[in-house]
Structure formats: C-alpha cells, structure tokens
C-alpha cells in the first residue's frame, strides 16, 4: 500500500497552528481543531494572539516599557511574544532574537502557560539552532524536575515535535500513560506518526496505519464536539492507509451530522472530498465530479474562509482532463475565500486549468 502525503503534510500544518486555527493564516499552516468551549486561559491567550496582529509600535513600545517595570507580568509578556513570534520572526533578526527572549522566559518561568502550546513559542530548530538548543535543554530541566506532570509533557512535546520527534513522541506516550482517559494524548500522536513518514519517498503505509489507530483510540474517548472535528483527521487517515471502506463510513459520519456550528462547513467539504476521491478510485468519474461540486457549495468556515479549500481531489481530475468541472470549482470556491489573495490566486489557477495545466496548488492539496 501507498501512503498519501496530503494526510502527513496536512498534519505538518495542524501541528503548527495549535490552539489559534483562524487567525494565523498569514503564517500559510492548516487549522487544528477548534471548539467553541475553550477555557478562559485559552480564550484570553487566543485573544493576545488576535490583538497582536494589529500593535502599533507605539503600543509595542508602551508594552515594552511595562514589561520592564514587572519582567513577571504574564499577560504583558504573552502579548509581547505573540507579537514578535509571528512572521516577523522570519523577516527581522531584532524580533527573531525578542521572540526567543519571551519564549526562553516562558519555559524557565512559567512552563504551563497556554502560550506555549502555540505557534509564537516555537523556535525554530534550523533557522535558529543556538535559541532551539537553549530552549530544549531549559524544557528538559523542567521535564526533569516534574516527569508526571502532564501539562508539562504536552508542551515541551510540542516544542520539540519538528526538532526531536521521537523524544516528542516519547513525551506524548509518558502523558498518555498517566492521564489515559485524555483524548489529547492518541490525537496528538496520530499526528506525529503521520509526520513519520515525510522523509519516506513515497510514502510509508505504516504511519498512517498508526495515525488511523491513534485518531480512532481519541475518538472513543472523546466527547461529541471534539468527535466532530476528528472525523476529518479519521477519513484522511483512512484514505491514506488505503482501508477505503473506514474512510467511506467517516466521511459519511461528516455528512450526516447537519448541525450548525463552527465546523459545518467543514464537514460538507471535506466529507465530500473524501468520498469523491474514493469514488474516482474505483473508476466511478461522475460521482467524483458530483462530490466536487458539492464540496464546493459549503458554506465556508473559518478554516477554509482563511486558509481556503481543499485541492487534492481537483488535481485528480485535473489529471484525468476534467476540466470544466475543476473551474466550475474555482468559481464556487469564491464564494467563502474571497480576499484579493483569495481571488488572484484561484484566477491564476483557472487560467492554467483553462490551458490543460495541473496548477502547484501548494499547501492548498492538504488543508
């Protein structure tokens, strides 16, 4: 069997974003699960992260100056991270070494802090070796000195996910030992075993098996919100490890549930998307462009709203010289990712679907 790589890049996304799906679009990662009964210590940080896209310098500046009266201030402290770990961190060196800064003080500080379970925490391991090799040995200290301590585990595992998986892993299976009922542990690590095979030219049929295990084992323990947000995960999943009939019953599961909520859209588009591609599979083109179109005609979310839709299966036809039905895709499309972005991008794919091209859809084929 082949693994695709859609699930495993997908994941690569997932893992990035973390608590904040909807406002980190500008930083190019997929969304992860959101639900709607965030505690209040994530809410006021996912608030921080929001505020921060929008600081003045001035406001950066006043921030700085209260900071250094109270270097203890939390909530001052997280806006200032927040704002200087976001792409700034990529673009100027001043904010790559402030960010660094914060995110060190957090770990030796105030290692349980919601920030670091999102995205501004995260040094990277090669654009900044010496701050990713300083943090990891001041998260190992602390994992030293409180090795059941789960919340611990669950961020220090995150910081080190793309540096040091296998230590991840090892850290995510210490939190899942002692706290087992907890379906945030099998979540996380079926993500990280679909990261597993990034680096397997042509996929690894294994780590999508083991992603497929992990999501079901959240599954069983989840509650009714947090099951709905998997279902995706499970359906790629599926797809991914080839057991197409497991894939057909998620995606089914998605298209069932009508409910209103944040994540309705979703459900219509990407249910849609797996069954289409599992049709094309087995030869059935009509249903595939059906399913395509139907995908197309979500509602949007904030997730695809952001971040935009889902283009595997339009490559596939795309591939096979379905034509018409991938721009008829583009145009639905508009309708929920409609930023001047948004637009000029799916014009400029158009156009060379319009000429018999396969655009570079990018990370567009995994979100």
């Not at 069983?220 to 991914?240: G, I, K, N, T, V």
């Not at 001047?340 to 570079?360: C, E, F, H, N, S």
Request: net charge negative.
């Amino acid at each position: 069997m082949k693994t695709s790589t859609p699930l495993m890049l997908k994941t690569v996304a997932v893992l990035v974003v973390g608590l904040c799906p909807v406002t980190l679009a500008a930083q190019s990662v997929e969304p992860a699960e959101e639900s709607p009964e965030r505690s209040s210590s994530d809410r006021s940080v996912h608030d921080a992260i929001v505020a921060a896209w929008n600081l003045t310098p001035e406001q950066v500046a006043s921030l700085e100056a209260q900071l250094a009266m109270d270097p203890s201030d939390v909530a001052v402290r997280t806006q200032l991270l927040a704002y200087y770990g976001g792409s700034r961190s990529f673009r100027d060196q001043s904010a790559k070494e402030a960010k660094r800064e914060h995110a060190l003080w957090f770990i030796r500080n105030s290692p349980e802090s919601v920030i670091l379970g999102t995205p501004p925490s995260q040094i990277d391991h090669i654009l900044d070796s010496e701050g990713y090799s300083e943090a990891k040995r001041a998260w190992m200290s602390q994992i030293d000195r409180e090795p059941e301590n789960t919340r611990l585990l669950g961020h220090a595992a995150a910081f080190l996910k793309f540096g040091d998986r296998r230590t991840s892993i090892e850290m995510l299976e210490r939190a899942q030992s002692l706290d087992p009922t907890n379906p945030e542990w099998p979540m996380k690590l079926g993500h990280l075993s679909s990261l597993e095979a990034l680096g397997s030219e042509g996929g690894d049929s294994g780590t999508s098996e083991k992603a497929l295990e992990h999501f079901q084992k959240a599954y069983a323990l989840a509650d009714d919100s947090l099951r709905d947000s998997l279902l995706d995960y499970l359906a790629e999943a599926a797809f991914s490890a080839d057991q197409l009939d497991q894939a057909h019953h998620y995606a089914e599961l998605m298209l069932q549930n009508t409910e209103a909520g944040w994540n309705s859209g979703n459900r219509v588009h990407h249910g849609n998307l797996v069954l289409g591609r599992i049709a094309l599979r087995a030869g059935n083109i009509e249903e595939a462009r059906s399913r395509l179109i139907a995908a197309g005609n979500t509602t949007g979310s904030p997730q695809l709203n952001s971040f935009g839709p889902n283009m595997s299966l339009a490559k596939d036809l795309l591939e096979i010289g379905e034509r018409e039905v991938v721009l008829e895709y583009f145009k639905l499309c508009l309708r929920f990712w409609d930023s001047d972005r948004a637009k000029a991008t799916l014009d400029r794919w158009g156009v060379l679907a319009a000429a018999g091209r396969i655009p570079d859809f990018g990370p567009n084929l995994y979100y």
